[in-house]
T-cell receptor
Framework: DTAVSQTPKYLVTQMGNDKSIKCEQN?????MYWYKQDSKKFLKIMFS???????INETVPNRFSPKSPDKAHLNLHINSLELGDSAVYFC?????????????FGPGTRLTVT | AQSVTQPDIHITVSEGASLELRCNYS??????LFWYVQSPGQGLQLLLK??????LVQGIKGFEAEFKRSQSSFNLRKPSVHWSDAAEYFC??????????FGTGTLLAVQP
């Protein structure tokens, strides 16, 4: 059973397009996250949601909009894609906001913008 | 500002040799420290964590790490490396905001 799943695994698209990445967790966790890993493997948090409520919103362009329809899902929609958006996007979840808890990561979505 | 530094971008060790990956952090309050491992094409998996108590913590896959407050370090060690340990290793620090700040990673290669 996959704990945190993401679709698609690979996404190739052209500049200016709009795309979405979906994330689902079957762990019963309350908190979910989106991270961006750039070409140098630097991993940075973008958003976190707790019980569908936005908790962390890092300095991410407005073109990125997370949506959490329920506790088990956190989707990432990106408008007007730019070359610099090319990266691997990881979804993660944790039981709640307690920082000492493990975050479980999905396998990642490799986004390539051409 | 909060930050994590992993000075070694790439390390190569021979199978069976010991390993130490360095991590230094800058954090204003009591830090919560983590080591994650990322195998090629995979997400991150937690190896171990420290938030209080014994400064030597044991993790999965035979890894351990030692928290040294005076040196602001949380180095990861393993006495005998296996070929399957080849991966990218990330140190991270977290605090009350539940936001993890990651280092830039150390890529470990294992020679037969």
């Amino acid at each position: 059973d996959t704990a945190v799943s993401q679709t698609p695994k690979y996404l190739v698209t052209q500049m200016g397009n709009d795309k979405s990445i979906k994330c689902e967790q079957n762990l019963g966790h309350d908190t979910m996250y989106w991270y961006k890993q750039d070409s140098k493997k630097f991993l940075k948090i973008m958003f976190s949601y707790n019980n569908k409520e936005l908790i962390i919103n890092e300095t991410v362009p407005n073109r990125f909009s997370p949506k959490s329809p329920d506790k088990a899902h956190l989707n990432l929609h990106i408008n007007s894609l730019e070359l610099g958006d090319s990266a691997v996007y990881f979804c993660a979840s944790s039981q709640d906001l307690t920082v000492t808890l493990e975050q479980y990561f999905g396998p990642g979505t490799r986004l390539t913008v051409t | 500002a909060q930050s994590v530094t992993q000075p070694d971008i790439h390390i190569t060790v021979s199978e069976g040799a010991s390993l130490e990956l360095r991590c230094n952090y800058s954090y204003g309050a009591t830090p919560y420290l983590f080591w994650y491992v990322q195998s090629p094409g995979q997400g991150l998996q937690l190896l171990l964590k420290y938030f209080s108590g014994d400064t030597l913590v044991q993790g999965i896959k035979g890894f351990e790490a030692e928290f040294k407050r005076s040196q602001s370090s949380f180095n990861l060690r393993k006495p005998s490396v296996h070929w399957s340990d080849a991966a990218e290793y990330f140190c991270a620090v977290g605090g009350a905001t539940n936001k993890l700040i990651f280092g830039t990673g150390t890529l470990l290669a294992v020679q037969p």
